[in-house]
């Protein structure tokens, strides 16, 4: 299985894992009415993360990949249901506010995973990761403060669950290195899939959502999966909150993506917004530089 140690190289795999997601935001607003289907989203989304996961193990493994499944242990658990309670939580909260809130909220992520892996994992934070996690706060606060008209509480309080989701991900992911980090992830699909199942069930409704609705499900589960298993890939030569901190391009690219009048969505971000997602930029940047000139290894957990 592929990992990388080097963490000159890691570092954009990272960064264009956050890309890859950014097209979230403006895949849900190709969408027909997602919130009114939002369980069918989550169990076309699932299944197809699952799928997809699998098939790449079994390329990568051979036919045993399924022994996996039997070393996930306490580690891979957590930090499948986290991922799954993340993909869920998203949905809800883009379709009760807008695509800037909720990736406000997924902004916040290096916050939660550092205290975490402070925690849980004894991680030391740099200084050079403060001071990027500081610049990148001063973006989320001036985002914030543009965005209070638009911001609903069902949509925030889900943004802030999501996030916290995939912080629990993330530090999972460097928690036990003998975790098979892409069946936490197929997991996590498992866990929406058979979740979704449930609450179908009992709201008696129908799997399947149209035709055109389902296509966006999977070519949205297609782009999360793409861009966790280049995460996963990351995660080995990264600590925790620095792995967050990098995947913030998610929320300069999903904010970008739904403005570009040439996309046809249209959704026009504030002054405000603008302004902080240069601050979050800016955090990229400096970080990034640091990485280029610090010849340090990190040893993994």
């Not at 592929?2 to 954009?12: S, T």
């Not at 975490?116 to 403060?145: C, D, H, P, Q, Y």
């Not at 620095?242 to 046809?264: K, M, N, R």
Request: hydrophobic share 55%.
């Amino acid at each position: 299985m592929i990992e990388l140690r080097n963490e000159k190289i890691a570092v954009p795999v990272v960064l264009f894992a956050g890309i890859l997601w950014s097209f979230g935001p403006l895949v849900v607003r190709y969408m027909n009415d997602p919130h009114l289907v939002p369980w069918q989203y989550i169990f076309g989304r699932g299944l197809t993360i699952f799928i997809i996961l699998n098939l790449y193990l079994y390329f990568e493994e051979g036919i045993n990949f399924y022994k996996n499944y039997k070393k996930v242990g306490k580690s891979g658990l957590i930090g499948g249901v986290g991922l799954g309670v993340a993909m869920i939580s998203f949905i809800y909260s883009i379709t009760n506010t807008s695509a800037a809130i909720t990736l406000l909220c997924l902004a916040a992520m290096p916050f939660f995973t550092a205290l975490l892996a402070f925690l849980f994992l004894k991680e030391r934070i740099t200084l050079n990761v403060w001071i990027s996690i500081l610049i990148a706060t001063i973006g989320i606060i001036i985002m914030a403060f543009g965005n209070t008209e638009k911001n609903s509480l069902i949509g925030f309080i889900f943004g802030i669950t999501s996030s916290i989701g995939f912080s629990v991900f993330s530090v999972t992911l460097r928690w036990r290195k003998e975790t098979p980090k892409f069946t936490t992830v197929a997991i996590a699909g498992l866990f929406c899939f058979l979740f979704a199942t449930l609450m179908i069930l009992i709201k008696q409704q129908t799997f399947f959502a149209s035709s055109y609705n389902s296509t966006m499900f999977s070519l949205h589960g297609t782009l999360v999966c793409l861009g966790l298993i280049l995460y996963s890939i990351g995660s080995k030569a990264i600590p925790a909150a620095e792995l967050t901190l990098l995947s913030l391009t998610e929320v300069i690219g999903g904010i970008f993506w739904v403005w570009l009048p040439i996309l046809g969505i249209n959704e026009i971000p504030t002054a405000n917004t603008i302004i902080g997602g240069f601050f979050l930029f800016v955090s990229l940047t400096y970080y990034s530089l640091i990485m280029r000139w610090n010849k340090r290894h990190i040893a993994l957990n």
